[in-house]
């Protein structure tokens, strides 16, 4: 396939979001991705931390034992960081905000936590603490100092629903971008060979990405602040970054998070276990 790619954008979460579209009409190109990327507010709305009255903020102010109604989107990434959670034995975990708040000061340098604060925060993570009731599409968590963060899959779960819109508009050869940290591709690319895309790693080549995600997760100037969940430590930056291919956007941009923290062997065994999956790691 051949002929010009069109390009919109727009900010929010936090970071800039493109749809690249080819094999189309500029006019029908442009109409189609101001269609997807108008959904960016509601789902920022519903799903961020930092949204007052947002489905995410009522949980993380919910008393133990009380329950709240939350939308589609909420439940959606919820349910899927409950099954990434588990499928990685707990290296994914969206409540890991007061491990954060413990091992880190307020002007993002590094502290030392007292055994009584880390025995604290340990205490109040596990999405376990977070139920789901399907029936009356509902939530409650069950225990003080619960803490939720989506950002570990949320910009992906937006791409999934961007790409969504896409397609029920007609639009078949699309490449959309979250920050350049994750990216959903459907159809044959701009050249009909996938749409061409790279990680920034000089040593690893680049990817023809067609009808699935990647995404990366980086150690930056604030990297000694990861922590795995598993034991409560922060992680040793000796490997910079992880990427992962997988069928879907939210996925892809979960286990990616989860691919920095466990061991190379886990996350060999964790791709051989778990079919279009795949990871890339630095050497």
């Known amino acids: 396939m051949s002929g010009k790619t069109h390009r919109l954008g727009a900010h929010a979460m936090a970071t800039e979001f493109q749809i690249f579209i080819a094999g189309t009409s500029e006019t029908k190109a442009h109409l189609c991705a101001a269609e997807a990327l108008r959904d960016l507010e509601n789902l920022e709305a519903e799903l961020s931390r930092f949204r007052n009255g947002s489905d995410i903020s009522r949980l993380n102010h919910l008393g133990p034992g009380k329950s709240t109604p939350i939308g589609e989107a909420a439940f959606d990434c919820l349910t899927l960081a409950k099954e990434t959670h588990s499928a990685t034995d707990g290296a994914f975990d969206i409540t890991i905000g007061p491990l954060l708040a413990v091992w880190t000061n307020p002007d993002h340098s590094p502290r030392q936590p007292s055994k009584s604060e880390l025995a604290r925060a340990r205490a109040a993570i596990g999405i376990d603490k977070v139920l789901l009731y399907p029936e009356c599409r509902e939530a409650s968590v069950s225990c003080e100092d619960v803490w939720l963060d989506l950002g570990g899959l949320g910009k992906g779960y937006a791409l999934d629903q961007m790409a969504a819109i896409l397609k029920k508009s007609g639009i078949e050869n699309a490449l959309l971008d979250s920050g350049g940290s994750t990216l959903l591709a459907f159809g044959e690319g701009p050249s009909g060979n996938g749409w061409p895309v790279g990680t920034g790693e000089p040593d690893i080549p680049g990817i023809s990405l067609k ?73």
């Open 211 to 283: 009808d699935r995600s990647l995404s990366g997760s980086a150690f930056t100037e604030r990297g000694e602040h990861i922590i795995d969940p598993r034991n409560g430590c922060r992680v040793s930056a000796d490997r910079k970054n992880a990427w992962a291919l997988a069928p879907f956007a939210a996925l892809a941009d979960a286990l990616s998070t989860a691919f920095l923290v466990m061991d190379p062997e886990e996350i060999i065994a964790f791709c051989e276990q778990h079919t279009g999956i795949e990871a890339i790691l630095p050497a």
